[in-house]
């Protein structure tokens, strides 16, 4: 049997996390191990949980996910990080590449569409 891939969701909005984790439980490839509201969250759970992929929204309370991004790739530099986002604004492309992203991805994408990522 294949170890399953284990996602951390950050968004501070409790549906989207519903809605993410609904979809990933249709890939049996994947286990959504833990969920974060916020930025600190987030780093807290990565450091605990050691996720494979973060699926990070860029918009949080208390810190925007460039920071969380630029904390998390020193603190957990096992784990990939995907952008979530509503923003289809280049610059936050760019800036969370150079973090060494592995990906971003909208949050109006339909769903069953394969984003472009590199894993």
Known sequence: MLKKIKILLVDDHPLVRIGLKTELHKIHDFAVTGEAKTGREA??????LKPD????????????GLEVANILLRKCPESK????TMYNYENYVTEIMKLSAKGYVLKDS???RTCCCNL
């Open 81 to 84: 990080i995907i952008a979530l």
């Open 53 to 64: 992929i973060i699926l990070l929204d860029i918009s949080l309370p208390d810190m925007n």
């Open 110 to 112: 339909p769903t069953g």
């Open 43 to 48: 780093v807290k759970k990565c450091c605990i």
